[in-house]
Nanobody, 118 residues
Framework: QVHLAESGGGSVQAGGSLTLSCTGSEDVVSNYSMGWFRQAPGPEREAVAT???????TYRDSVKGRFTISKDVAKNTLYLQMNNLKPEDTAMYYCAAEHTLTIPPRYWGQGTQVTVSS
């Protein structure tokens, strides 16, 4: 059973930066494709940035150029560097893992809240 835990959320003003971290069990960063997802009140959970096992990354259009997904295999940790944050980035952010993110992930963390004020 894969366990994931996010950290690094918080409250910032628009234009600020945050770095989210996701640590996991079972050498998850080495053995799974991983991604960051977010959910604001009401809308469905949406993919923000993903990284497949081969290193291929994808970003939703609204975060391109502002967010960067990366991983540290030695620390078994996935990161999301978020710059130039906007109020519309406010959401609960989750990391997830699956053998490929072309299918819905099975493994999810509990989430970390990001709040951006204008």
């Amino acid at each position: 059973q894969v366990h994931l835990a996010e950290s690094g959320g918080g409250s910032v003003q628009a234009g600020g930066s945050l770095t989210l971290s996701c640590t996991g069990s079972e050498d998850v960063v080495s053995n799974y494709s991983m991604g960051w997802f977010r959910q604001a009140p009401g809308p469905e959970r949406e993919a923000v940035a993903t990284m497949e096992m081969d290193g291929t990354t994808t970003y939703r259009d609204s975060v391109k150029g502002r967010f960067t997904i990366s991983k540290d295999v030695a620390k078994n940790t996935l990161y999301l560097q978020m710059n130039n944050l906007k109020p519309e980035d406010t959401a609960m952010y989750y990391c997830a893992a699956e053998h490929t993110l072309t299918i819905p992930p099975r493994y999810w963390g509990q989430g970390t809240q990001v709040t951006v004020s204008s």
